[in-house]
């Protein structure tokens, strides 16, 4: 069974930094590339960021490039997202994803539960 598990959430003040993780098992995680999405309350599910499974491509959603960093650990089977400069607007629960091949929509794809990141003012 595959399993995407999300930690690291929490509460921050805005332009704090937090680092989320997601660990993964149940699959070999250097042939999936991952991503990281959000959703706030009353939006649609966003695209965050994504990497390539051996990490020589990376892509940013523009609300967060300059702020947020996608790397992975293939040895660890985790996937990391560093956040710095932290808004309000950053507020939303994020889930890990991955998905084996591009064309492969990221929703047919495995998900975490997803771990909620609240920036106060």
């Known amino acids: 069974q595959v399993r995407l598990v999300e930690s690291g959430g929490g509460l921050v003040q805005a332009g704090g930094s937090l680092r989320l993780s997601c660990a993964a098992s149940?699959?070999?995680?250097?042939?999936?590339?991952m991503g990281w999405f959000r959703q706030a309350p009353g939006k649609e599910r966003e695209f965050v960021v994504a990497?390539?499974?051996?990490?020589?491509?990376?892509e940013y959603a523009e609300s967060v490039k300059g702020r947020f960093t996608i790397s992975r650990d293939n040895a660890k089977n985790t996937v990391y997202l560093q956040m710095n400069s932290l808004k309000p607007e950053d507020t939303a629960v994020y889930y890990c994803?991955?998905?084996?091949?591009?064309?492969?929509?990221?929703?047919?794809?495995?998900w975490g539960q997803g771990t909620q990141v609240t920036v106060s003012s």
């Open positions: 994803a991955a998905r084996n091949w591009d064309y492969v929509q990221w929703e047919s794809g495995y």
């Open positions: 149940g699959l070999i995680f250097s042939r999936y590339s």
């Open positions: 990497i390539s499974r051996s990490a020589g491509s990376t």
